[in-house]
């Protein structure tokens, strides 16, 4: 079945990550195997076989695009009037991630742990779900550009940056 098929408008959107403090993040191939590994990272309530004990759902506003981009390399030959732009298949896409600001909330708390440390690379999976089949797309990132707003007027807002590591540290599965 193609991907393209599954994801469609009217599905929900989660977003998970592995809730460990110190978090062995899967290894390329595991990111495109469902049994034993995605799965494990994506909570029931999405189709998926984990539990608090394994993964944990980040409260986010929405799900911001996800994926992979195409890039370009682009070169020139000093002297000559030569050069050319190369395609470069599947840079993975940062996701800039917006979420209600809650001190009390797990995922949160991991998530500013990571971001202040710079150096934690763990395992966050987007699930999209229709109630029976599951779309998982896994990835390996660090946490970077944490901002709070605060607001007194509005509901306090986190916001930060998940960056992929690894040009192919990403992979698509499905529980059908």
């Given at each position: 079945m193609a991907l393209i098929n599954k994801v469609l408008p009217g599905y929900v959107g989660t977003l998970w990550m592995q809730d460990e403090v110190t978090p062995v993040p899967l290894t390329d191939a595991q990111l495109s195997t469902?049994?034993?590994?995605?799965?494990?990272?994506?909570?029931?309530?999405?189709?998926?076989?984990?539990?608090?004990?394994?993964?944990l759902q980040i409260p986010v506003e929405n799900i911001p695009p996800f994926g992979a981009d195409d890039a370009v390399a682009a070169y020139a030959v000093a002297g000559a009037r030569t050069g050319a732009k190369i395609t470069t298949q599947n840079q993975v896409t940062s996701m800039a991630i917006t979420a209600a600001w809650n001190s009390a909330d797990p995922a949160l708390?991991?998530?500013?742990?990571?971001?202040?440390?710079?150096?934690?690379?763990?395992?966050?999976?987007v699930a999209v779900y229709d109630g029976t089949n599951t779309v998982a797309y896994a990835f390996n990132a660090r946490v970077g550009g944490m901002t709070?707003?605060?607001?007194?007027?509005?509901?306090?807002?986190?916001?930060?940056?998940l960056h992929p590591v690894g040009g192919n540290s990403y992979g698509w599965s499905t529980n059908s």
């Amino acid at each position: 079945m193609a991907l393209i098929n599954k994801v469609l408008p009217g599905y929900v959107g989660t977003l998970w990550m592995q809730d460990e403090v110190t978090p062995v993040p899967l290894t390329d191939a595991q990111l495109s195997t469902w049994t034993a590994q995605v799965a494990n990272l994506i909570g029931t309530s999405a189709g998926g076989t984990g539990t608090g004990s394994t993964c944990l759902q980040i409260p986010v506003e929405n799900i911001p695009p996800f994926g992979a981009d195409d890039a370009v390399a682009a070169y020139a030959v000093a002297g000559a009037r030569t050069g050319a732009k190369i395609t470069t298949q599947n840079q993975v896409t940062s996701m800039a991630i917006t979420a209600a600001w809650n001190s009390a909330d797990p995922a949160l708390l991991l998530i500013r742990g990571d971001g202040y440390s710079g150096s934690v690379i763990r395992t966050y999976v987007v699930a999209v779900y229709d109630g029976t089949n599951t779309v998982a797309y896994a990835f390996n990132a660090r946490v970077g550009g944490m901002t709070w707003d605060l607001n007194t007027a509005t509901e306090s807002k986190f916001n930060f940056t998940l960056h992929p590591v690894g040009g192919n540290s990403y992979g698509w599965s499905t529980n059908s």
